[in-house]
């Protein structure tokens, strides 16, 4: 592949060999370079030094530092001397040749300005994904329960993590709170004797080292964790990978105050004092700090949600994205940015469009549905109203000109699509053969006819008898559940039917209900209805049964999945009445730091459409 093809190329550069190639390519087709850190004479020695090549060391060491350099790397060749790795930074070659650059941090970018680089530079925070783990499980695997404090340190575990100090401050710890453990995760430095100091210190009950883990276990051991240390001195400005994976999954954090971890906001960490003259200060610190996080769980989870929250709003993927491609768009046809970039200049509407409000009915009364309902299902109708309710007010509200279908219309909450919802087209339709169309009309108690036509079809199988992009709302309520074989294909069908900005509202059961949850720890089924349908006698139409019931998350990923974004997502009980039976299930969910939100028995997600449908098969849904 041959940079010179594209319209700009761009280099991932760290201080670590992994990077020589990129480096190399760097030098020979130059473009636009992500600094990773201040610093690369690890690399360079690598590149030179590894691979006998002591004349371009020497050569190097005299570019960036002049004669004085060149006099020590001399002593280095000789083996008289190791390489001078923390006063000499060793970019100048690759600043020289770089058309821009993209930094983590305004610490990394005034370093690049000292070390001679005039071009135009971006700052940038480095991106973050927001994950999930199963805090639980992992604790189980390591023996622990879940509500021992569990501090982690992650990395490489060199003597500038402050590893050292940080195990001091917790023998402290322990006399405060004898349950609280540690966990080293990251690859031993061969000259920091880490088990030896454990040993030392009699903290051999109270910490375990866990060496090299692949990422997905070391994702796991940072989501078991309850505080992250992200301590370091000295630092060359890099920002830490794991420190941001962390704040991605609303851990509590406990950072150095020095280079670009300063510039953390404070309210997602704590930061401790670092350098020589707070070497007692650090200590101490370390210790507070810990004690007081571990003595307050609440202050602990505050500060994780908080950090969790920063990620998504600054530092997401998908936001860090969108600054690089604003950055490198300026050097297409060999432009070259007259300002440097900084994302905090920009307002937040040029990372996402602000969209549309929507305007919801602010409230619908029980008899703008009961005044409609036949008197063979008024006691029905009577004992969902909370239901019906909550459905019509996340509709959002119509006019004459739009149209909305009523997906499942049993005409129980259709007329106030048009009496209170005004919407000007109201239609509905219904599992049947594909061609037939019933015209349904309804008479109030106060003596109004509603009609609308009610089309038929399946739902899993069948083209919509629609156009493309005719309706402004569908409402697809308690049909989802119902469905035996292939939603995803009424999802895209859904998609198609809907006007650009169009919105879907989705109703079903709730799975992961409190409800649910206290029946399968008690030994029943958890689902809602999870009841075979008897025969009906011959000529009456049969109800469907449940064939699944979906958890919110799955909701989420349905709609997201099916080109739409999420605008609402709540629940809500199907039967407007109380449960304090259910008390024990939210105790049990915040012992275990389970999420105690989106618990009722009934989902309720309101979706625009932003574009077209994704997967068609995703793998969450089908085999």
């Known amino acids: 592949m041959n940079p010179t093809d594209f319209d700009v190329a761009l280099y991932q550069i760290g201080n670590n060999p992994c990077h020589a190639f990129a480096y190399e390519a760097a030098i020979k087709h130059p473009g636009v370079v992500v600094m990773h850190e201040a610093n690369l004479h690890h690399l360079l020695a690598d590149i030179t030094i590894t691979r006998g090549h002591w004349d371009a060391y020497l050569a190097e060491c005299e570019l960036n530092g002049g004669p004085d350099a060149l006099a020590f790397a001399l002593h280095v060749r000789e083996l008289e001397v190791g390489p001078d790795y923390d006063g000499l930074p060793m970019t100048r070659r690759l600043l020289e040749a770089s058309r821009g650059l993209i930094v983590h941090s305004d610490f990394v970018a005034g370093q690049m300005r000292a070390q001679g680089f005039n071009g135009p530079i971006a700052t ?33 575990l060199k003597p ?41 210190l009699g903290l051999q009950e109270h910490v375990r080292v866990i060496g090299f883990a692949p990422i997905g276990h ?36 406990i950072v150095s105050d020095i280079g670009s971890f300063s510039e953390l906001p404070d309210e997602i960490c704590l930061k401790v004092p670092a350098g020589p003259e707070s070497a007692i200060e650090e200590e101490d610190l370390i210790f507070e700090f810990l004690n007081t996080l571990v003595s307050r769980p609440d202050l602990a989870q505050a500060m994780g949600a908080r950090a969790k929250a920063w990620i998504e709003r600054e530092c997401s993927w998908p936001v860090a994205a969108h600054h690089y491609a604003q950055f490198l768009e300026q050097f297409r046809d060999g432009g070259i940015p007259t300002s440097d970039y900084h994302p905090l200049s920009e307002t937040p509407a040029a990372v996402t469009p602000a969209p549309q409000p929507v305007e919801f009915v602010a409230e619908v009364e029980p008899e703008a549905i009961s005044t409609w309902v036949e008197p063979a299902a008024k006691q029905y109708a009577a004992n969902h109203t909370s239901r019906f309710v909550q459905t019509l007010e996340m509709t959002p509200a119509g006019d004459s000109s739009k149209s909305i279908l009523e997906m499942g219309a049993y005409m129980q909450i259709t007329p106030a699509l048009q009496f209170k919802l005004g919407y000007g087209h109201v239609r509905g339709c219904y599992y049947g053969t594909l061609g037939r169309t019933d015209h349904k009309s309804v008479t109030s108690d106060e003596g109004q006819i509603f009609e609308c036509d009610v089309d038929h079809f399946d739902a899993e199988r069948d083209t919509f008898p629609y156009a493309a992009e005719v309706f402004d709302t569908v409402l697809c309520c308690e049909l989802l559940e119902h469905l035996p074989s292939d939603p995803m294909h009424m999802m895209r069908e859904i998609n198609r039917i809907l006007k650009p900005g169009g919105h879907l509202v989705l109703t079903t059961p709730n799975i992961a209900s409190l409800r649910a949850i206290s029946a399968i720890l008690q030994g029943y089924h958890p689902a ?36 739409f974004e999420v605008v609402r997502l709540e629940t809500g009980e199907f039967l407007d009445e109380p449960h304090p039976e259910f008390g024990w299930i939210n105790h049990l969910l915040e012992n275990y730091r389970l999420h105690q939100i989106l618990r009722g028995d009934g989902i309720y997600a309101l979706g625009r459409k932003t574009g077209p449908p994704g997967e068609r098969w995703p793998a969450w849904l089908y085999s």
């Not at 000529?539 to 709609?559: C, D, F, K, V």
């Open 124 to 156: 940038i925070p480095h991106g973050a994904a927001l994950i999930r783990t199963d805090r639980n499980a992992t604790r189980a695997l390591l023996g622990l329960t879940e509500s021992i404090p569990l501090i982690g340190a992650f990395g490489y």
């Open 528 to 563: 809602f209805f999870p009841a075979y349908i008897r025969p009906r006698k011959e000529g009456e139409e049969a109800e469907a049964r449940h064939n699944r019931e979906y958890a919110p998350m799955e909701i989420q990923h349905l709609l997201t999945g099916s080109g």
């Open 160 to 200: 500038y993590k402050r590893i050292a100090e940080s195990l001091r401050a917790l023998r402290r710890l322990i006399a405060v709170e004898p349950r609280v453990r540690m966990i080293l995760v990251g690859e031993p430095h061969p000259e920091f004797p880490v088990h030896q100091l454990i040993r030392t």
């Open 218 to 253: 070391f994702v796991d051991y940072m989501g078991a964790c309850d505080i992250i240390l992200n301590l370091r001195y000295p630092t060359v400005g890099e920002t830490s990978g794991s420190l941001q994976r962390a704040f991605g999954l609303g851990k509590a954090v």
